[in-house]
């Protein structure tokens, strides 16, 4: 049974936050990279998959990135929002506090952050998009990384936010660490001294590999806590957990009010991310 075309908008949650909507489609979907995380949770025209999975059972180093991506990009989505929990690194950050990622670190060890492995590419069928006809040439490609947010999402949500009084920042880097442990103080340290603003474990290669399809991505992060050693005490899941439960209505809100201003034509570049690309 095919799925193209059903969703627009997909939205990836990360700890905590889990079922956006009621009454919602549930598609189980297969791809060249196994299974998605979760079910995918469909409802006009929105398609939602929890990161971890909806008992929470895998690991920010063990996720199918690359299943979730293809799985969403399948069913039709163009736009993605992922959210994720972040521990704050620059000071001015306070728990609770949302921020718009503009630009990632990865730091990750073992995951493999790319679609495109030229003759070592999986087999897909499709081929009605730049994005499948490379994967099915197995063309090997290089994609422009430079500027993986897209604007046109970004102001809609810098928008929104203020509507809904939040305290919220529009810039931030975010550093993407292995996991699943959480950093020891030396490498938060260093992460600061590098320019970071946050620490998270689920952005790499979530990120790169929407990037690589073509999709217009916004990023939320939700700071959950300090990083290590940023005021010394001891961290928890359990305070991350919390945090995102808390932030889960306020979330939902700004959902509701980005779905409908998302529907119109985007006038940026993202969609032509792949031109030039291949080798």
């Not at 620059?90 to 990622?101: A, C």
């Not at 030396?186 to 790499?204: N, S, Y």
């Amino acid at each position: 049974m095919h799925h193209e075309d059903k969703a627009f908008l997909g939205i990836i949650g990360g700890s905590g936050l889990y079922k956006i909507f009621e009454d919602v489609e549930e598609l189980d979907i297969d791809t060249p990279f196994g299974k998605p995380s979760s079910k995918i949770f469909l409802k006009s025209g929105v398609a939602f998959l929890s990161r971890h999975g909806i008992d929470h059972s895998t690991p920010p180093h063990l996720v199918n990135y690359r299943a979730n991506v293809y799985a969403l990009y399948k069913i039709g989505v163009r736009k993605l929002i992922s959210i994720g929990a972040t521990g704050g690194i620059n000071t001015l950050f306070k728990s609770g506090d949302i921020v718009i990622t503009s630009d990632v670190l990865d730091f990750t060890k073992s995951r493999i952050s790319t679609f495109f492995e030229g003759a070592f590419s999986k087999d897909v069928e499709e081929e009605d998009t730049p994005f499948y006809r490379l994967l099915r040439a197995k063309k090997v490609v290089h994609t422009d990384m430079s500027n993986i947010f897209c604007e046109e999402m970004i102001a809609i949500a810098s928008d929104i936010l203020k509507e809904l009084n939040v305290n919220f920042y529009l810039k931030g880097v975010y550093a993407c660490t292995e996991g699943p442990r959480f950093e020891t103080k030396k490498e938060i340290e260093f992460l600061r001294h590098i320019g970071a603003d946050m620490v998270g474990m689920t952005a790499c290669p979530e990120l790169f590999l929407a990037r690589e399809t073509g999709m217009h991505i916004l990023h939320i992060s939700v700071i959950t806590n300090p990083a290590a050693g940023i005021e010394g005490h001891k961290l928890t899941s359990k305070e991350v957990i919390e945090m995102m439960k808390q932030k889960d209505e306020e979330i939902k809100k700004f959902l509701t009010l980005f779905i409908p201003k998302a529907q119109k034509q985007f006038v940026c570049s993202c969609e032509s991310v792949l031109e030039g690309a291949d080798v």
